[in-house]
């Protein structure tokens, strides 16, 4: 059978949003909504993997969504909508705990990042997130799923389960007069190299919201004018000229990413950046940078203060995209808990 294309992606409330998010997943949610039928979510389950302070998990839940609107997320042809809202994320995650094995999740590297040498101390749920992750996925039967390169490895095993489901109960599928490739195999959309934004102290290093080494580091969604210009000038740079072509940016991470950011900000590519500025110092081109930045952060900025000043429509929008989700997900559950044979 020939899956409808669907979009599904998911981004954990667990820290104050960063440009990161917004170039490297948030901005790029958004035209796809022209081309595909989407469902984006705010994954506070799997936020919850790692301790959360319960204010705080609320407070990025609902900054979160702010900020899918702010983008330009319309939430009347888009469903948008948190995880905890639709319960059968959380039966389907079950299931899968059942289908997926241990040996898969061990080979995780993200399990294996996080989890160190300590894995005895990490919760039960921070090794399961993947199967969670397979079923917010495979509960829309989505066929695409926009990440970055860090998701590449859950999109695989994400494959393996749908494989395993459709091989495991292929009998009861097929007594179900349902088709045999139950769940799709979904295809990652990887995020291009110009939106993998890093820390602006350390070119080798993911750009994120969890940096505690310093705050410099990370332009914040929230953070206004001043700072974001601030911390652009103070970002780690070298003493060299811009490279007139992209080439010259090997083994400059930290020009790298600065170009990376202007070129992403702009709709540009690096290379048409690096000839406008190609031989220019950074004296000049980290003014010009931040009076992007400020151009296009500002009024996104603006418009989520908007939405956050106004939870209960944020909620209401959020219960919305609830309904129309579970919709969707009950379906598929009432096939599936017939294809496990439990009793209703
Ligand atoms: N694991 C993803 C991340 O850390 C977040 C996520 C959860 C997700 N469920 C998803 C992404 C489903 C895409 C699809 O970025």
């Known amino acids: 059978m020939t899956f409808t294309p669907r979009v599904f992606s998911g981004i954990k409330p667990s820290g104050d949003l960063h440009l990161g998010n917004y170039l490297g997943a948030?901005?790029?949610?958004?035209?796809?909504?022209?081309?595909?039928?989407?469902?984006?979510?705010?994954?506070?389950?799997?936020?919850?993997t790692v301790w959360q302070d319960p204010a705080e998990l609320r407070r990025w839940t609902l900054e979160l969504t702010a900020a899918y609107l702010a983008a330009g997320l319309d939430p009347k042809r888009t469903i948008l909508f948190n995880q905890s809202q639709v319960y059968q994320h959380a039966e389907l995650a079950w299931i899968f705990n059942c289908v997926a094995r241990m040996g898969w999740m061990n080979r995780m590297t993200?399990?294996?990042?996080?989890?160190g040498k300590n894995a005895e101390a990490q919760s039960v749920g921070l090794f399961a997130y993947p199967a969670l992750m397979a079923a917010d996925i495979?509960?829309?039967k989505a066929t695409h799923v926009p990440?970055?390169?860090?998701?590449?490895?859950?999109?695989?095993?994400?494959?393996?389960i749908a494989q395993k489901f459709n091989n495991d109960f292929s009998a009861s599928i097929a007594a179900h007069g349902l088709d045999a490739d139950y769940f799709p195999l979904t295809e990652p959309v990887i995020t291009g190299a110009a939106t993998r934004v890093r820390s602006l102290r350390d070119g080798a290093k993911k750009m994120s919201k969890s940096e505690?080494?310093?705050d410099m580091a990370t332009i914040y969604l929230m953070d206004d004018a001043d700072m974001i210009a601030k911390k652009i000038k103070k970002a780690k740079s070298d003493p060299e000229p811009l490279p007139s072509e992209e080439v010259g940016l090997k083994e400059r991470p930290e020009a790298d990413n600065l170009v990376g950011i202007f070129a992403a900000l702009s709709d540009r590519t690096k290379a048409d950046v690096l000839s406008e500025f190609g031989g220019q110092g950074f004296g000049a081109f980290k003014p010009a940078l931040a009076d992007l930045a400020v151009s296009v952060l500002g009024p996104m900025a603006a418009e989520m203060r908007r939405y956050v000043s106004d939870p209960a429509e944020i909620e209401r929008i959020l219960g919305?995209?609830?309904t129309r989700a579970g919709a969707i997900a009950e379906q598929t559950m009432a096939e599936v808990r017939k294809i496990i044979g439990f009793v209703r």
């Open 320 to 322: 919305d995209g609830a």
């Open 138 to 140: 495979l509960l829309y």
């Open 110 to 115: 993200q399990w294996k990042d996080k989890a």
């Open 212 to 214: 505690s080494s310093s």
């Open 147 to 160: 990440v970055g390169e860090d998701q590449k490895q859950h999109l695989e095993l994400t494959r393996d």
């Open 26 to 48: 948030i901005r790029r949610f958004v035209p796809m909504q022209d081309t595909h039928d989407c469902i984006y979510c705010v994954v506070d389950m799997h936020a919850i």
